[in-house]
Structure formats: C-alpha cells, structure tokens
C-alpha cells in the first residue's frame, strides 16, 4: 500500500516537470524503487497462492499476473544516467553494461506477458512454469545489477 501511494505521488511530480522526465536523481530512484515495489507485490501474493501458503483464486492470480505485466515496463524509466549515486541499489554495471540490462528487462516483461495469458486458461502446470519463467528473469538481472 506504502509503495502504491509512492508511486502515484511520484507519478503526479513527473506531470508536473517538464516533459514527464525526471530532473532530479533522487526522484528516479524512488520512482523506480516504488515500481518494484508494487511488483513484488503482485509477485510475492501470485507465490503466496502457487505454494499453497494462501487459497488460489484463479482470477485473481489472473488479475495480479495482468498488473505485473502492465507494472514491468515502468521501474527502467527511472534509470536515468547519473542515478547510480544515491540511495539505490543498484549496480554501475546498469549504465557501463546498458545493452545487456535493457535485454533482461524487455526479456522481463515478455515473461510477464506470458504469464499474463497463460495464467488466464486453466492450466495451473502451465502456470507455475509462466511463473518460475518470470522469477527467473528477476534474478538473472538481481544477481547481474543488483547490489544484495
Ligand atoms: C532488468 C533488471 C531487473 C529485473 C528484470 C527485475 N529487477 Fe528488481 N531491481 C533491479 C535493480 C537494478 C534494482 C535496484 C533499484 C535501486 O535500488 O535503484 C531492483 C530492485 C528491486 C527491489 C527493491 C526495491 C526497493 O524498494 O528498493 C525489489 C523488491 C525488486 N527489485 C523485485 C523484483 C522482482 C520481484 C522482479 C521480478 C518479478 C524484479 N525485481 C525484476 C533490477 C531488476
């Protein structure tokens, strides 16, 4: 909830700017620390519910895999240059290595896409691989560009 709210309020500063684009550094690593909030989230309850540890509910595993999909874009527009000085996890390696990050990413939010429109049919093994395929690309990139 915490993270929603920061978003939308960090969403509604960008309007204010000139042109949506962030002129301050601080503001781009909140932004996109607020996005992967919100997609862990999603991330973390789809989880919750393919371990058992909470009852599936088909639709809403459905409506939280087509948020994640709409989510997975938004975090890499904060990494704008000169925002790996700040409070941010984020590795250097993002901005030396910017092909190979901005790859994972799109590869990110296709999985996401994926899971999306499996996640709509009935099949929960098809499901649970769309799943682990999107956790896979979030570590891939963790362990590449993330601090830990
Ligand atoms: C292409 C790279 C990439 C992908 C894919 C990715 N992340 Fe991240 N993630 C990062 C980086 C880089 C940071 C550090 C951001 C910062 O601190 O500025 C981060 C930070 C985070 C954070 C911490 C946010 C905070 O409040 O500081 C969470 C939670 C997170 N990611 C979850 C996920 C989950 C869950 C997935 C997959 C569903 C995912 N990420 C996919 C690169 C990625």
Sequence with gaps: MKAAVTLICVLMMGTATAKGAFDDTDDAIQYRQA?????KENFADMG??????K????EAFAQRAQHLALLA???????????DKGKTDALGKVWQQR?????RASQ?????ATLAQVSQGNDLKATAKAFGDVGKTCKGCH??????
């Excluded at 362990?143 to 830990?148: C, G, L, S």
């Design 48 to 53: 919750a519910m393919l371990k058992k540890k």
């Design 55 to 58: 009852p599936m509910d088909s």
């Design 35 to 39: 996005a992967f909030g919100l997609i």
């Design 73 to 83: 874009e938004i975090p890499f527009t904060g990494f704008i240059p000169g925002s």
């Design 108 to 112: 990110f939010a296709q999985a996401t």
């Design 99 to 103: 092909s190979d990050f901005d790859q």
């Design 143 to 148: 362990d590449n560009f993330k601090k830990d």
